[in-house]
């Protein structure tokens, strides 16, 4: 239960750092460097949560492997995972925007 609450825990800081990388490419004020790089920061941000949810996502299915399940169960398992994980980036995502 354990493992589980830690695998929302991870995926909600990634859909914060998520938001907070849109954010940033949609309300970017001055840059440093020109307007060139006026988004980088945030694209950079964006692909670091990407990143860091597929590492999650790869942690999760490694935790399931090790249970010894059936490869049905660990595919299903996974399925919902990556829905319910979609689903909180899209609610965190809609919540950071509408501020």
């Given amino acids: ?31 440093v460097f020109g307007s060139f790089f006026q988004d980088a920061p945030g694209w950079t941000v964006i692909m670091l949560a990407a990143v860091l949810a597929v590492l999650n996502l790869w942690d999760w299915i490694l935790m399931l492997r ?14 919902l995972y990556v829905l319910v994980s979609v689903r909180i980036i899209e609610l965190i995502l809609a919540m950071r925007l509408a501020l």
């Fill in 66 to 79: 090790s249970l010894k399940l059936h490869l049905l169960w660990v595919t299903l398992a996974t399925l």
């Fill in 1 to 31: 239960m354990k493992y589980l609450f830690d695998c929302v825990r991870n995926l909600t800081m990634c859909a914060l750092l998520l938001a907070a990388g849109v954010y940033a490419i949609n309300y970017s004020g001055v840059s």
